[in-house]
């Protein structure tokens, strides 16, 4: 398995439910952050967590780090339609460069009305 | 105040043809990044130019591929005589440099198709 991978793959959910997403990765880090792409647009940057932080929120949004299992979660409450997308996590290896980020393959999320 | 600039969003070509695809930065920004996403697959990263240099082109596939950022006008990524497995979406980023750069800016991409 490649650096930066989220599960599940797929996650479809009912609008006001939370979606928690994970991404696992091999390699220490610097940082972790996760990413939105809205279908045929470009990614969107969503939050930034780094290697000495545990956990962090903005808005509904609240990303965790266990930097002991390489392994991060993103929780998205009280969804709705909108969030609709796929989000990637994406890894800065450490003694890595800033823009050389490892991105995962995704994971699709449907939020039903 | 408008985003990372890409096009064309869809670009159609031939094996055997070039392709160019073009990236203005945000406003400010003067280091861009380019990435390429297969289907099915993550971002994985190109190259990082700043203005008329290469910074980093590690990512890059050694043959048939360039890269440039002029003094002046967008950031130009070249394939020439493309085959089929350069399809796929081509995102460029830019951030303003320094500490400022953990986070990166994408374009909306082009997507690539090689008949």
């Known amino acids: 398995s490649q650096q930066g991978e989220e599960d599940p793959q797929a996650l479809s959910i009912q609008e006001g439910e939370n979606a928690t997403m994970n991404c696992s990765y091999k390699?220490?880090?610097?940082?972790l952050q996760w990413y939105r792409q809205n279908s045929g647009r470009g990614l969107v940057h969503l939050i930034l967590i780094r290697s000495n932080e545990r956990e962090k929120h903005s808005g509904r949004l609240r990303v965790t780090l266990d930097t002991s299992k390489k392994s991060s979660s993103l929780l998205i409450t009280a969804s709705r339609a909108a969030d609709t997308a796929s989000y990637f996590c994406?890894?800065?290896?450490?003694?890595?460069?800033?823009?050389?980020?490892?991105f995962g393959k995704g994971t699709l999320l449907t939020v039903n009305p | 105040n408008a985003g990372v600039m890409q096009n064309p969003r869809h670009l159609v070509r031939r094996r055997g043809q070039e392709a160019r695809l073009r990236c203005s930065p945000m406003?400010?920004?003067?280091?861009v990044y380019w990435y390429r996403q297969l289907p099915e697959e993550g971002l994985k990263f190109m190259v990082y130019?700043?203005?008329?240099?290469?910074?980093?082109e590690s990512g890059m596939p050694k043959e048939r591929f360039s890269a440039e950022f002029p003094k002046e006008g967008p950031s130009i990524l070249r394939i020439q005589q493309v085959v089929r497995g350069d399809s796929a979406a081509y995102f460029c980023a830019s951030s303003p440099g320094g500490p400022e750069s953990e986070k990166l800016f994408f374009g909306s991409g082009t997507q690539l198709s090689v008949l």
């Open positions: 994406a890894t800065e290896r450490s003694g890595g460069s800033n823009y050389k980020l490892t």
């Open positions: 130019l700043q203005k008329e240099n290469i910074i980093d």
């Open positions: 406003k400010g920004h003067s280091h």
């Open positions: 390699t220490s880090i610097n940082n």
